[in-house]
């Protein structure tokens, strides 16, 4: 009876009175004192009310239920696919809405909505997960800045692999201290893109300097982040830069120089198919005639692989050394060594073109480290 008089009043009632008694109604519902058959009553009321013409009624109940987790499921869901001013607070707050809902959500709703599900102050992963699959940049950038979001790492790549080439996406990601070895060496390949594609650095330096600066410094910063991968990381790693077809000859030579020993070998295994304990035992014990036909098999043309067997063997004698290991200089050695050889074919000058490169980049870095050093002893 209660029900069937309000439903006459609202037929009649002032928007402004509407919108009261929908307050008033979303709080009585919330009381724990009134009976069953109340809120059963008061929540049918509110079912009828979500079909008001006026937002400025269904805005009142969004208001009071948003951030109840007794509040009825489906009224909140009702109200957070109404208009945007209704259903942020819903979307952004409610506890009554499951993780099905919220991908519900974002699947059917705008730019603005995804953004509000994902500035949520818990996401959680598949809720993630969904978003990185159809989220523009805008939102995404709102979910990478949400410390209550449960990443995993398929998640972070998917992000990286659809808008890596943002720079704020980028930087987000890079930010990030739980991102994999792989999608750092991503978003570094996108960064070299970029400044290849530069219509500014192109009209300065020359399409061909700067492709060949590009392509160094993507090296140089794939060779940073090689640095810090630790276990399980590095075989897909590898994959993942055989796949792209980065491990060249000039690349592996650079792990070499670099002192990535363990990169090189995990990139042996995998260009050869060789079993990996097999490669490890030769490059560690290996004569040079086993290691040479081991790079052979790996696709190392011979004209190449005696360059790589020296740089080996250089590796060896440096950690038998009793004067501890001198790693920076192998690059400085192999020039050395091969700079007046008149054998060489144009496959190895070229390679030791790279290696000349590195060991200047390594004279220049140890120059900047002792001229800071110095700086900061008469500071």
Same mark, same amino acid.
Request: one cysteine or more.
């Given at each position: ?86 259903a942020s607070a819903v979307i952004l707050l409610s506890p009554v809405l ?153 690349? =592996? ?20 198919? =060789? ?105």
């Open positions: 009876m209660i029900v069937a008089t309000f439903l006459r009043w609202v037929e009649t009632a002032r928007t402004q009175d509407r919108a009261r008694a929908a307050n008033t109604l979303a709080r009585a519902y919330l009381r724990t004192a009134i009976t069953p058959g109340e809120r059963q009553a008061a929540q049918a009321a509110m079912t009828y009310l979500l079909d008001d013409p006026s937002p400025q009624v269904r805005l009142a109940l969004a208001e009071v239920l948003a951030c109840e987790p007794n509040a009825p499921r489906a009224i909140m869901i009702s109200l957070a696919e109404d208009q945007p001013e209704i499951a993780d099905a809902d919220l991908v519900d959500i974002a699947g059917r709703g705008t730019v603005e909505t995804r953004a509000l599900v994902a500035a949520r102050q818990t996401v959680s992963v598949g809720v993630a997960a969904a978003l990185a699959e159809i989220g523009d940049a805008a939102e995404l950038e709102v979910l990478l800045e949400n410390s209550g979001v449960c990443f995993t790492r398929f998640t972070l790549r998917r992000i990286a692999e659809r808008h890596g080439r943002n720079e704020h996406i980028r930087a987000l990601l890079l930010e990030r201290e739980d991102l994999p070895a792989g999608v750092r060496q991503l978003l570094v390949q996108f960064v070299a893109e970029a400044l290849a594609g530069s219509d500014l650095v192109r009209g300065a330096v020359g399409m061909r300097r700067i492709e060949r600066v590009a392509r160094e410094a993507s090296d140089t910063a794939t060779m940073a982040i090689v640095g810090t991968v630790l276990g399980d990381e590095l075989g897909p790693l590898v994959e993942q830069l055989r796949e792209a077809g980065r491990l060249t000859p000039a690349f =592996l030579m650079h792990a070499l120089c670099a002192g990535r020993t363990d990169f090189f070998a995990s990139a042996i295994v995998s260009i050869s198919g =060789l079993e990996e304990r097999r490669v490890r035992s030769i490059l560690a014990t290996g004569r040079f005639h086993a290691v040479r036909a081991l790079l052979e098999a790996a696709g190392l043309g011979r004209d190449l692989s005696a360059l790589f067997v020296d740089a080996i063997m250089q590796w060896r004698d440096l950690i038998q050394s009793t004067h501890g290991l001198d790693l920076d200089h192998i690059a400085d050695r192999l020039i050395r060594r091969y700079r007046n050889e008149a054998n060489l074919s144009d496959a190895a000058r070229a390679l030791l073109d790279v290696v000349e490169r590195l060991a200047i980049a390594e004279e220049r870095r140890l120059a900047r480290d002792y001229a800071s050093g110095i700086a900061l002893a008469a500071a």
